[in-house]
Nanobody, 127 residues
Framework: QVQLVESGGGLVQAGGSLRLSCAAS????????MGWFRQAPGKEREFVAA????????YYPDSVKGRFTISRDNTKNTVYLQMNSLKPEDTAVYYC????????????????????WGQGTQVTVSS
């Protein structure tokens, strides 16, 4: 399994920005598809963003499209989630996830498609 460690969460006012980072272990990070998910209290886990192995393909749900950007630096074994124009409804624990068996340009938007998860980082957006 891949070890994933998220960072960058915190408290921000509505309209503000945060950048989450997820550092992965291993020497084959460039072969992993990566994703971000979130879970708010009392709600189901929600897909937020996904990126393919090489970074050429990304995908977002309508709820964050145009506000969030996923990117990756394969030289640093890190995936990022830039979150702009944050809203109180973005408040949740954010998790990054890795899928280790994937094709080069394929992205994955369902949690069951991922085989490794981080411990999560809290994002709180105040109104």
């Amino acid at each position: 399994q891949v070890q994933l460690v998220e960072s960058g969460g915190g408290l921000v006012q509505a309209g503000g920005s945060l950048r989450l980072s997820c550092a992965a272990s291993g020497r084959t990070f460039s072969t992993y598809a990566m994703g971000w998910f979130r879970q708010a209290p009392g709600k189901e886990r929600e897909f937020v963003a996904a990126i393919s192995r090489g970074g050429g393909s990304t995908y977002y749900p309508d709820s964050v499209k145009g506000r969030f950007t996923i990117s990756r630096d394969n030289t640093k074994n890190t995936v990022y989630l830039q979150m702009n124009s944050l809203k109180p409804e973005d408040t949740a624990v954010y998790y990054c996830a890795a899928r280790t068996n994937t094709f080069y340009n394929t992205i994955h938007s369902r949690g069951v498609e991922y085989d490794s998860w981080g411990q999560g980082t809290q994002v709180t957006v105040s109104s």
